[in-house]
């Protein structure tokens, strides 16, 4: 779906994804289903970063092959 054919208006689409902040299984699935989805979907996927002994050579290796994603994370 583009935004062209969209039936709701980008405001309430945001306002929608917002409301699933913290259901990080619908947000993946809304990352696969519009473009123009995305930026709001990874704004709360990656807002804060939980790091452990395991996950932080995984997350390295994340941000070394998706540097974009970076300025997402606001904690760490």
């Given amino acids: 779906m583009n935004s062209q054919s969209s039936i ?3 405001e309430l689409i945001d ?7 913290d ?6 699935n809304c990352i ?5 989805w995305i930026p709001t979907c990874r704004l709360h996927l990656f807002d804060t ?3 452990t002994e ?12 998706s ?3 970076g300025p997402y994370v606001k904690f760490l």
Avoid at 23 to 28: E, W
Avoid at 32 to 36: E, K, N, Q
Wanted: aromatic content about 12%; charged content about 15%; overall charge positive.
């Fill in 8 to 10: 709701l208006a980008p």
């Fill in 15 to 21: 306002i929608i994804l917002d409301f699933l902040y």
């Fill in 23 to 28: 259901d990080y299984a619908t947000l993946k």
């Fill in 32 to 36: 696969l289903t519009c473009t123009s």
């Fill in 49 to 51: 970063v939980h790091l």
């Fill in 54 to 65: 395991k996950t932080l050579k995984l997350f390295w290796t994340l941000l070394q092959t």
């Fill in 67 to 69: 540097p974009h994603l």
